[in-house]
């Protein structure tokens, strides 16, 4: 691991998770918990296998990962955040939110995966109408479906099929983004390919700028 061999709290924090890729596998597990290497590697497109096992290697020695061989029927190891690396949380949200007006300017060639959805949901939804019966939106913007639920004053997402969805939005990741922040407006989604099916209104529940 290289050092920038600087006496700064900011320069020793690079030395650790600065180095390529090393953040967006803190990304990886934060969303999804613990992930098998095959796991990793397919929400990190384009990474070279020798590389990816140096970082995990790299991230394990300064303590933000662990690994642990799963009993059967699971038998293969598992890579998790600890205590120290789920601390990158706030930062990462932070950080992707910082770079959210970027994504303007994204080539169209840019990789896409279903789950990175997650963590601008979690920065920015919230539960409008605490006191209602809890309600599942289903989304389908890439290569898997999204479920989030909301209830009781709380918004969760996570990867999978809705059980009972309310509402099902399916487009592209830049219209379902745009719709679910507040960006765009349902005619304007629709006009940008958006596809529906249940009730429009209950998106209100959870966008940011919503009046429930």
Not at 25 to 53: K, M, Q
Not at 186 to 192: D, H, K, N, S, V
Request: glycine share 8%; hydrophobic share 45%; proline share 7%.
């Amino acid at each position: 691991m290289h050092s920038y061999g600087q006496y700064c709290a900011l320069a020793r924090a690079l030395d650790v998770i600065g180095a390529r890729w090393s953040l967006l596998i803190v990304r990886e597990l934060l969303i999804r918990g613990a992930c098998r290497y095959t796991d990793l590697r397919n929400g990190l497109p384009s990474i070279a296998t020798n590389l990816l096992a140096d970082r995990l290697r790299e991230l394990e020695e300064a303590g933000i990962v662990e690994s642990e061989l799963a009993p059967p029927p699971v038998a293969t190891t598992l890579f998790r955040l600890t205590a120290r690396g789920k601390e990158l949380e706030p930062i990462l949200l932070q950080l992707g939110n910082w770079g959210a007006p970027l994504l303007a300017n994204a080539a169209k060639s840019d990789t896409f995966r279903s789950h990175w959805i997650v963590l601008p949901a979690k920065l920015h939804l919230a539960d409008q109408a605490p006191t209602r019966a809890p309600l599942q939106i289903e989304l389908r913007a890439g290569d898997e479906p999204l479920t989030i639920e909301a209830g009781g004053g709380e918004v969760h997402i996570h990867s999978g099929p809705a059980h009972d969805p309310e509402l099902v939005l399916s487009g592209t990741p830049q219209v379902i983004l745009g719709l679910l922040l507040g960006k765009l407006d349902f005619a304007a989604a629709r006009a940008a390919g958006l596809k529906h099916s249940g009730d429009p209104k209950a998106l209100r529940r959870v966008q940011p700028t919503a009046k429930a």
